[in-house]
Nanobody
Framework: QVQLVESGGGLVQAGGSLRLSCVTS????????MAWFRQALGKDREFVVA????????FSTDSVKGRFSISRDNSKNTVYLQMNSLKPEDTATYYC?????????????????WGQGTQVTVSS
């Protein structure tokens, strides 16, 4: 059973930064594509960023390009989401997700494992 545990959420003022972490159990972490999704209150869950199994390529949605970045440390079974220049519209619950086939996808349906989520609130 693969478990994902996010941390690092909190309350931050607009323009500030946060770094989220997601620690994954299991010995096959290095073969997973990893992603972050988010869900704001009353809205559908949306794709934010993703990274290939070896960290060679990253992908992000347009609204966070230049502000958010994803990275991974396979030796620590951990993926990170660095969020800079945060805006109130970034307020959401952020979820870490893993895809067992190693392929990056933009739809949540393609991901096999999910964390419980961590709340990010950006005040104006």
């Amino acid at each position: 059973q693969v478990q994902l545990v996010e941390s690092g959420g909190g309350l931050v003022q607009a323009g500030g930064s946060l770094r989220l972490s997601c620690v994954t159990s299991g010995r096959t972490f290095s073969s997973y594509a990893m992603a972050w999704f988010r869900q704001a209150l009353g809205k559908d869950r949306e794709f934010v960023v993703a990274i290939t199994w070896n960290g060679g390529s990253t992908f992000s949605t347009d609204s966070v390009k230049g502000r958010f970045s994803i990275s991974r440390d396979n030796s620590k079974n951990t993926v990170y989401l660095q969020m800079n220049s945060l805006k109130p519209e970034d307020t959401a619950t952020y979820y870490c997700a893993a895809r067992g086939d190693g392929r990056v996808g933009y739809e949540d349906i393609g991901y096999d494992y999910w964390g419980q989520g961590t709340q990010v609130t950006v005040s104006s």
